[in-house]
């Protein structure tokens, strides 16, 4: 079975300051795994996605992830937070070995102080 | 969302109705997923199609059926829809899972 487990149900950081978001996944293959953004009533975005090959992934917006199959760990990164970052973040897990189907986590919250 | 839509955007319903919701896509793309967003659970899997005809469940499949009789369209129904189902309900899309599409979401009251 596949799951996605982000510990954090909300955190909040003040504008300017460093932003980490936690993700583990349980999943028997090797994973496809993603980063989602959705802000209030709206979609879901594409952060950035982890298929194979270098563990640090860059995305939009300036995130990165950093995959570590040691620790079954698919952390979100940003250096420098903006209030705009302020919306629901989704871990995702999935691949071929189970018709691609997506594993999501609950979601974290942030909230960015002035 | 580019090459996929949902219909209808918002809906509201008596309890013990049924439902159909619509997933339209234009990309033909194998696999399309019906998920449900609630608080506190993030999306879960009702049912999911990998094909024309091919569908099967996902984790929270009870009270919902769904069909694909084309490519383009994955139909969710609620064969008599209750409050618990009261939800916003998205579709996706992929062809090799390298990237999906999210539908726009639709929001079902069921009242």
């Known amino acids: 079975a596949q799951s996605v487990t982000q510990p954090d149900i909300h955190i909040t950081v003040s504008e300017g300051a460093s932003l980490e978001l936690r993700c583990n996944y349980s999943?028997?293959?090797?994973?496809?795994l993603f980063w989602y953004v959705q802000s209030p009533g709206q979609g879901l975005q594409l952060l950035l996605k982890y298929f194979s090959g270098d563990t640090l992934v860059q995305g939009i917006k300036g995130f990165e992830a950093e995959f570590k199959r040691s620790q079954s760990s698919f952390n979100l990164r940003k250096p420098s937070v903006h209030w705009s970052d302020a919306a629901e973040y989704f871990c995702a897990v999935g691949g071929p070995s189970n018709d691609y189907k997506l594993s999501f986590g609950a979601g974290t919250t942030v909230t960015v102080r002035a | 969302d580019a090459g996929i839509t949902q219909s209808p955007r918002h809906k509201v319903t008596e309890t013990g109705t049924p439902v159909t919701l619509r997933c339209h896509q234009t990309?033909?793309?194998?696999?399309m997923y019906w998920y449900r967003q609630d608080p506190g659970h993030g999306l879960r899997l009702i049912h999911y199609?990998?094909?024309?005809?091919?569908?099967d469940k996902g984790e929270v499949s009870d009270g919902y059926s769904v069909s694909r009789s084309k490519t383009e369209d994955f139909l969710l129904t609620l064969e008599s829809a209750t409050s618990s189902q009261t939800s916003v309900y998205f579709c996706?899309?992929?062809?090799?899972?390298?990237?999906?599409?999210f539908g726009s979401g639709t929001r079902l009251t069921v009242v």
């Open positions: 999943y028997g293959a090797t994973p496809y």
């Open positions: 199609s990998y094909g024309v005809k091919d569908t």
């Open positions: 996706a899309m992929t062809g090799t899972g390298d990237g999906y599409t």
């Open positions: 990309e033909n793309h194998r696999y």
